[in-house]
Each structure stands twice: as C-alpha cells, then as structure tokens.
C-alpha cells in the first residue's frame, strides 16, 4: 500500500455486491488514515479516515478496518454503485505520500 | 467546503516551451501547497511542498531547476514546467492546506485540485 508509482491493481465488483479495497502499511508508528477517492480526470476526494486508536469506523455506505496487528487497512463499499468506479488510495499520517491504490470497476 | 481550483485544466505545448500551471484557494487562505503529478494508471507522486513566502521543499529526485514552485500570496502557488518534453507529459494535481508544515493535515484541512493535464508534443 505504500509502494507508488506501480501499475494499479484492479477489483471487479457486480453491481449491487459490497467492495472490499486492501491497503498495507509498514510503519507500526501510522497514526492517522485516509481514504480517498479519485475518479478519471480528477483530483482526489476524501471520503473517510480512521485514527490508530480505533479499529472501525462507519461512513454513508463505506466502512474502514484497522487492524493494527497486521498492519492493514481496508475500505468496504456496500451495495456498490457505478459511480463507485474510480481509484482508491489510503494515505497515510500527514505525509501526504499516496500508495499504489485500487481500481474499482463495476460489473453490470 | 473550501475549493482549490487549477488554470489550465489541461494544456498541449510544443517540447522545449515552459508551462505554468496555477493552483488558487478560492475562499481560504492556504499556507501550505502540495504538487503531485500522475502518470497514467499510477498513483500520485508527491513532487514538493510548498510554503508561503519560502523556497519550496522537493521530493528527492525532483528537478527544483526542471519544476519551479512560487507561493507568493496564501491563496496562489504556480508551478512551472521549464523546456517541457514529452516525458513531462502527465497530469499535475495540487492540494493546499490551512495548516503549516508539520502540522497535522486532515481532511478539514487539506483539499484537492481538480488537477491539470499537460501534454507536450
């Protein structure tokens, strides 16, 4: 998850289904995660954080993992939509570096 | 919420021309200004942070002579592709924050531009 500038891996998804998009972290120091979201041609929009003292956190359809034992985040879209379609990046703590990120593409 | 936007959204330019690319705050001020560029169906890279008033700090391997930076004003940083080549060509994002450098940055601080994609020819 914070290897950039690799090729993204992506996730095809049905629609209707719930996504779920990995992130690996290597820093066990990671205090604060992000989420975002960028769709082609854009620049990334938030959608949900997490800080290292809580293991879940629930948004509008969205949910973030933490699990600091393994060092793994992850991002849970439920009753996934076509306009979930984009790249998701976890970023983590202040240092504004993006990972590889996700593409999620959505099935018909 | 506050909103950056980029001039121009996207640009084609003859190889060994400059480009400037702009990046406004439009209703905050913004002392800290981020520059990513994007190649295609890859992450952001950050190339430098930027600092109102100051010189701006940039990523290793980042050309500081190739990419100049300008932060003038708290709402303005411009980014300027000097003797762009074809390699150059990629899309160019920046964000800004209300917080200084080594402030902690979250999502009520930080935002993103719309990006600009350059195309050099």
């Known amino acids: 998850g914070e290897s950039v500038g690799l090729h993204l891996p992506t996730l095809s998804v049905q629609e209707g289904d719930n996504s779920i998009i990995n992130c690996a972290y290597s820093?066990?120091?990671?205090?604060?995660f992000i989420w975002y979201k960028q769709e082609s041609g854009k620049g990334p929009q938030f959608i949900i954080d997490?800080?290292?003292?809580?293991d879940k956190r629930q948004g509008q359809r969205v949910t973030v993992l933490l699990n600091k034992t393994v060092k793994h985040l992850s991002l849970q879209i439920a009753a996934t939509q076509p306009g979930d379609s984009a790249v998701y990046f976890c970023?983590?703590?202040?240092?504004?570096?993006f990972g590889k990120g996700t593409r999620l593409h959505i099935l018909p | 919420g506050a909103v950056v936007s980029q001039h121009p959204s996207w640009v084609i330019c003859k190889s060994g021309t400059s480009v400037k690319i702009e990046c406004r705050s439009l209703?905050?001020?913004?002392?800290?200004m981020f520059w990513y560029r994007q190649f295609p169906k890859q992450s952001l890279m950050l190339m430098a942070t930027?600092?109102?008033?100051?010189?701006?700090?940039?990523e290793q391997g980042v050309e500081k002579d190739k990419f100049l930076i300008n932060h003038a004003s708290l709402t303005l940083s411009t980014l300027t592709v000097t003797s762009a080549h074809p390699e150059d060509s990629s899309f160019y994002i920046c964000?800004?924050?209300?917080?200084?450098?080594?402030?902690?940055?979250?999502?009520?601080?930080?935002?993103f531009g719309p990006g600009t994609r350059l195309t050099v020819l």
């Open positions: 964000s800004a924050t209300t917080l200084g450098a080594g402030g902690p940055i979250t999502p009520d601080t930080q935002y």
């Open positions: 820093n066990s120091a990671s205090d604060y």
């Open positions: 930027s600092n109102e008033g100051s010189k701006a700090t940039y």
């Open positions: 997490i800080r290292s003292n809580m």
């Open positions: 209703d905050f001020q913004a002392t800290t």
């Open positions: 970023v983590l703590d202040d240092k504004i570096i």
